[in-house]
Structure formats: C-alpha cells, structure tokens
C-alpha cells in the first residue's frame, strides 16, 4: 500500500493523487487527538440518550433456492498482503499466515513489497530488505537467496503461494541509490524507488531468481502468481510510464524464459482512473516491445489498487463502501475499453482506507479497525465487487486484503491489521466465515439488499444492506447473512427470518449450526477493554483473549424438522456490522461426508458459553425472542458500544 498522509480520509487519497505524502506537525496531531477525544464522549453520550428511543426496525425476510442449479463460486477473498515482507518470518507472522490459510477453503496468495531490496533483513516498519543482489568491484552481480528462501518457505509452509511482486531496485542498481532508505513511514523518498542502471542486469536478476524458485518451490508456474512492481504511478516509482514499460517488457522476457507457464501482469496503479492503466494496456497491446522490438508484450493479468475512505461525520466514523467501488469501476472500464477485457483482473490492494500502519491516535476516523464493521465492510465489497464484475463484462479473480500484523506495537492500537500481539481482530474473523464458503453459489434474495447502482450512487448512507451469499456443498447448506452500513453508530439489532428451501431427498429433519461475529462473538477486542485496556495482559487475561477471537456459536447446534413445502426456517436478531453463517445439514447424516462446512459442534466457539454471551441477539429456528426481551439485550450491546468508543482514545 502507498503511504497517505494521516487524517485526510477523502477519495482523492484513494485514487493516487498524492505523489508525496505530507508530514503533519505536533500541533497538527494535537488538535487532532484533543478532536477525537470530544467525539469519543459525544458519541457515547448520544448512544445511551438514543437506546431509550431506539426501535426494533422490521423483519428482513432471505430466502435461499437450495434447489436450484446454482452458479460457480467466485472465491475472490483469499488474498492477502503487506509491507513489511520481514514480518513474514517472526514468530507472530508465522502463526497469523497459518491462521490466513486455515481461514479459507481456497488457495491463500500472499503478496509483499521490498522482496529484492538490498539490505540485511531487520524488520521495520514500512520497510523490508532480502540482499537478493549486489555487485563485486568489478561489477558483477552476486546473488544471496537465503534471506528471500526463509520468507518464501514460511508463506509455502503455512500452505498459501506467493504473489509475487516483482520489486524494488537493488541498490547497486538504482540510478539514484542514496539515500537508499525512506526518511520516514509516510515518505516515498529512498533510491530503491527508480530505474535500474543496466536493463539487462535487472533481467538477468529475474532470471536467476526465477530459476532458483523453481528448483526449490514445487509448481511454481502453476500455483504463484506475479506482478511488476507497486503502484508506479505515484512515488513507488520515480521514473517516467515509458521506463516501467521497458521495464515490464525486459521482466516479461525474462520470467518466461524460465517459467513460459507463469502469470505475469501489472501496473498495480494507486490511481485506476488515471491515465497510467490505460496507456500500459495501450503499450501491451500495441506499443514498441523494448526487448524484441516487435508489437506488443505479454500480460497475463492485469492489476490496480482501490482504497476507501473513512472519516468522522459529526459524531460518529462514516466509512465509504460506494467510493471504494466506484473505484473498482473505474479500473474495470479502463480494461474493458481495452484489448485486454478478457484478461483476469486482480485488485492487490482493495481496502477501506490507504494508510495500514497509521494507528488511530494519529487517525481517529480508522477506528473501525477494532471493530466488526471492518469485516461486514469486506464481504459486502466482495460481493459487489462480484456484481460489478458480471455487470461490466470483465473477469474479477482476486481482490487482496492489504493487512497483517505490526510485531512490537501495543495492543489494539488500530494499525490495519488481522491481529494483534497474537490475537486476532473481528475482520480476520469475519475472513474465518467467508473463507468457509466452498461449493455452487445458490441464488439468494433479501428483502435488506440494495441494488448495486444505489450503493455506487450513494453508498450505505439510509437503510443498513441486509444481505447474504449462499452455497451447497455436497449436502451442505451454507448461509452467510450480514449487516452494514457506512455510519459506525449505534442501532436495535435487525430480525432476520431465513427460509431455506431444501433439495428434493433432504431428509425430514435437519442439523442446523450457527456460527457468528459480532461485538460479542469472535471478539478479542471488545474483551480486552472488559479487562481494563491492559498494555501487558496477564496469562489469564491472554487466554480469554486467544478464547474470545474465533466466530462462536450463536446458540447450539439444534434439529428441526423440515416443512412440509421442503424448508427450513431460520429467525435471528443480526445486529449492525454483525455476520452470520447458518450451515444446514440432514440430521441423519445422509450425503454429509463428514463435512465442515458449517464448524458445527466441535468448531471453534462450540462450548456451552459461546452460545449464553448473547450480545444483544440470539438465534432460534421458528421461535423468535419475545420484544421486551430483544430490547433489553439491544440495550446491552449499546452500553458495549459506548465501553468501545470511549475506550479508543
């Protein structure tokens, strides 16, 4: 991801327009926290005033056709990335890249930048180095691989594949290496960031590489995936659009010399609505090739960046689901204008706001980090993300999730991460449930949706988006419902009534699991603060914190007997930013295969507890709580509200 300047959350950040970070002064951070502090406490104040007028909305009726034929799934999620490529190898980022690719049914790539800088690994922040090569006096190149093997063996290990991306310059290539390193985590000022001096050194760099991937790696042409560089159009790259060109056309030669089977593509733009992407299609199709001198170069995939926007409106954060979107559109348009509209399309940064290692003390409006709104926020982009796809005629095959892990920052200190000092945060437990999804995609209608266009149009700004995606796999029925809106405030909890119309043969009774995360199931955050915000957990305390991160059971598993008209009813309470998977299985076992799709008794969250922490909803199959109840409970997850927003600080 590009450094952003703190606090500017506004759509021009997103679109690249911003070459050169500014740096913002004491002062500036000052006013700044002293601004965030009066909207913690107003916030809370206007939650426990609105909980007395707050009003259970209306009944959101989905229905699923387990029926019908289905579609494939488009599994888009299972991508992720970061900076720091040195964090891959510390003990925190081992255990987070295992927890990544045991969160998905798909195939985890993982993508980092600084992979070919030079230097001697130490991890940093926004900086990473493998000391891939350098040069004897005389200029000749020596390669070292070790520190480039421990980073790809710990990604293999865990069992996802690299996306590779293909930077930055070695310094004993750069034709400016001094000074070689950033000043800063929010500058783009280092000699790592600018053309190599010799084309054909940097080609045979790539080559011997490749070369030594592939002796080491199995199916490395098959399983990874690669991409040219990060964000050329701004200041990843302090060259002109013709030199990334020559440089995309000697790194295509090079790679395919060794691995002719390898997907290479690019120009990971910060800015798809600018002009860098389509003249770089323009070159790829038509342009003068630098290595050849023929018309044209291989692309393979084609690859852009989309960033959100956060920010505080009045007294609350707004996030901007419609603004990332329309970003997404705006790259789609450009390869669906080009020659290139058939070639897979992979988003290797698609995030709600630009600045992963901007905490919220400097950032106020990214408190939606450590809260399950980042999560609905996902998997509801991933599915328009889908609906855009169909809509424009293009083909989405990965939209990567920029966050990892900050090793040695304090607790919960609102980076853009997955998990903190080992604890993983509400969104990679909302991953754990969207990973889940496997087999045909079933047609799912809600009455809570909204339509594509609306939400490019206007966002989630009236009405939360009720919302689901649904499968079968094998006998399995999965089912994952969520609640969002752009305004993180606090509302009742929404009733869901799920129907189900079950394949012919179902059986006359069925298994049904529940699994969710909300502010009070799959957690750790909300618990932390419970503890008293410590900076150093006790064991104990850390314990409750590793037992509170996994999506629970809602209630446990249960057996209902299946209509008459084949169906199955489900009704919950789905409060906002919450995320449900409801998994429906024959209860006679009959073509389940031993599956688990759902985690049902025996997944993460199965004891008797999981199912008594309510949190403001519960759920029970054709037998809905009774409205006083729902409304103390609602009031109970406003009071967790407050606890969250005014402990942010």
Partial sequence: MRPTTPCRPTSSLSTGSDARPRRWGIVAALVRHRLYRRWTLTAGLLALTGAARAQTPATVNVSVDATAAGTPLERVWPFHGYDEINYTTTPEGEALLGAIAAAHT???????????????GTPAMKWGSTDVYTEDAAGNPIYSWTLT??????ITGAGAFPFVEIGFMPEALS???LPYQNSSTTTLDGGCFYPPTDYAKWADLIRAWAMHADGRY????ASWLWELWNEPDVGYWNGTLADYAKLYDYTEAALHAVLPNAALG???VAGAGGSFLPQFLE???TGTNAVTGGTGTRLDLVTFHAKGSVALSGDHVEMDLGNQLRLHQAGFSAVALSQFKSTPIYITEADPDGCAACPVSDTPADAYRTSPAYGAYEISMMKHSLELEAQMGVELRGLLTWAFTFPGTPYFAGYRVLASNGIHLPVLSAFELLGRLDGTRLPLASGGAHALDDILANGVRAEPEIDGLATLNGAAIQVLVWNYHDDLVTVAATPVHLAIAVPAGFGPSARVSHLRVDESHGDAYTVWVSQGMPASPSDAQAAALQGAMDPALLVPDSTVAVGAVASVGVDFDLPRFGVSLVTILPADGAGDGGTDAGGGSGSSGSTGG???RGGGCSCRVDDRRDADAAALLGMGLLVLFVRRRRSIR
């Fill in 106 to 120: 798909a195939p985890v790539h993982v993508r980092n930048h600084f992979l070919l800088n030079t230097g001697d």
């Fill in 149 to 154: 093997d421990g980073i790809m063996d710990a």
């Fill in 175 to 177: 034709t400016n290496p």
């Fill in 218 to 221: 199995p199916n490395v042409a």
């Fill in 266 to 268: 690019g120009p990971a």
């Fill in 283 to 285: 070159h790829c199709a």
């Fill in 610 to 612: 999981a199912g008594q």
